[in-house]
């Protein structure tokens, strides 16, 4: 008998509350709310966060000592794709009533730092965000980064400025990389900081989604050493083992889960729309639309399960997370393209989510390291199998 791979029982179930939680409690609430909201009322919130509580799905992905449910990269990429499937969800999946991580490397912090910072997130009592790009580019931060800090006593002083900081308008505090060694291009270090720290000024940069990212001024920022995580000069490695490649795949989940649902959007209104006497998927012209999307979706979960499954099995992901990433964006960005086009004038308007979605996919072919960035990383590694690379 030929064996073939099923999703552990276990994880169906959570899946399907998952499904179940953003079908009868989110979506409906969703459509009374304006078409780009990405918050929800604290009366909603709060009854809301008590039954995920009480659901056993509060911060899935968050190690369960910290308070989560620690599930594994694979686990939480299948049920990111379920949650993600409503209008606010490519950003604000379930409005954060399933939880909100704190960036994930505040978990390679020192005890005060995780007490301090990343358990308070962890019960919604603060917001974290972190913080690589600046205006002098974003691509290859090793060598963009002109934030820097000097020592002061036993204090740090933070001088420059960051940019495109999602969560910073809102958040509480969070994570700055900053030069710290000017001769070397390893030389970076990350700071805890807080927002309301005098010598930090946060401004929101207005973008093509209604979650603004905020723009980062630091003016003689003080910052006391226990606010340095991981070594000084070793920002560098918990960047680039810990954080970038590994976000890339549950951010791809999320592109994959966002595809469904205006994939499943365009087959049921291909269904029941009718033009020259006939529904539109009678034709074939739709018909291929429907089949290339369903051929990108179902390539596109493998790639994220993929990429997942090396992560944790402890191989190295880097490529395959890379291969997910672009080829989420892209799927996510035609697959709401052609179900637009599918949808004809109502596809365009606020009425349906998929206007917020083209829009807000637009942006995945950039945030989390543009689409060239992670080619540069795919080639490398075909041209050099497993060579080191930085
Ligand atoms: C809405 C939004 C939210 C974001 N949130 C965060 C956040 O929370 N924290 C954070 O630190 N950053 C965040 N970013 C920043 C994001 O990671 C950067 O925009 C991204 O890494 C690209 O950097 P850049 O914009 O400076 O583009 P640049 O580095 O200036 O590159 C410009 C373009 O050139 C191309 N390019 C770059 N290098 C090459 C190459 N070698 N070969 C060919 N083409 C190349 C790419 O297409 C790229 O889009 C966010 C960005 C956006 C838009």
Redesign the pocket.
């Given at each position: 008998m030929t064996e073939r791979y099923e999703l552990p029982e276990e994880l169906r179930l959570t899946r399907n509350l998952v499904r179940d939680f953003n079908k009868n409690e989110i979506i409906p609430l969703e459509q009374k709310i304006p078409h780009d909201s990405i918050t929800i009322s604290e009366n909603d919130f709060s009854r809301l966060s008590q039954k995920t509580r009480e659901m056993g799905l509060w911060c899935l992905a968050v190690p369960e000592r910290h308070g989560g449910a620690g599930l594994s990269l694979f686990a939480n990429a299948v049920i990111t794709e379920e949650m993600v499937q409503h209008a606010a969800g490519l950003y604000c999946p379930a409005y954060g009533t399933m939880g909100d991580a704190p960036p994930e490397i505040i978990w390679a912090g020192d005890e005060y730092q995780i007490k301090k910072y990343g358990l308070p997130t962890v019960e919604h009592k603060l917001k974290g965000?972190?913080?690589?790009?600046e205006p002098s580019?974003?691509?290859?931060p090793a060598r963009a980064i002109q934030t820097h800090a000097k020592r002061d006593g036993d204090d740090w002083i933070i001088n420059g400025s960051?940019i495109?900081?999602?969560?910073s308008p809102w958040g509480d505090w969070g994570i700055v990389f900053a030069r710290t060694d000017s001769e070397s291009r390893r030389g970076i270090t990350a700071f805890i900081v807080e927002n309301d720290w005098p010598g930090l000024t946060v401004e929101p940069v207005p973008?093509m989604?209604a979650y603004y990212?905020g723009q980062l001024f630091f003016d003689d920022l003080r910052v006391p050493s226990e606010n340095v995580l991981g070594e000084v000069d070793g920002g560098w490695d918990l960047l680039a083992n810990k954080l970038l490649a590994r976000a890339r795949i549950p951010y791809s989940a999320s592109n994959l889960g966002v595809a469904v649902a205006a994939h499943k959007m365009a087959v049921e209104y291909s269904k029941t729309r009718e033009t020259f006497g006939a529904p539109l998927a009678s034709r074939q012209a739709i018909q291929w639309m429907l089949v290339d999307s369903e051929i990108e979706i179902r390539a596109c979960r493998w790639l994220v399960w993929e990429a997942a499954w090396q992560f944790d099995n402890g191989e190295d992901f880097r490529q395959a997370a890379s291969v997910a990433k672009i080829h989420s964006a892209e799927t996510l960005g035609n697959v709401v393209d052609r179900a637009i086009q599918i949808h004809g004038g109502m596809g365009v308007t606020e009425w349906l989510p998929l206007e917020r979605w083209y829009r807000e996919a637009r942006?995945r072919r950039?945030?989390?390291?543009?689409?060239?960035?992670q080619k540069?990383v795919i080639a490398r590694e075909i041209l050099n199998p497993g060579g080191v690379h930085a």
């Open positions: 965000w972190f913080a690589i790009t580019g974003g691509s290859d960051k495109f900081i999602s969560g973008v989604r990212p942006i950039i945030g989390e390291g543009p689409t060239e960035v540069m």
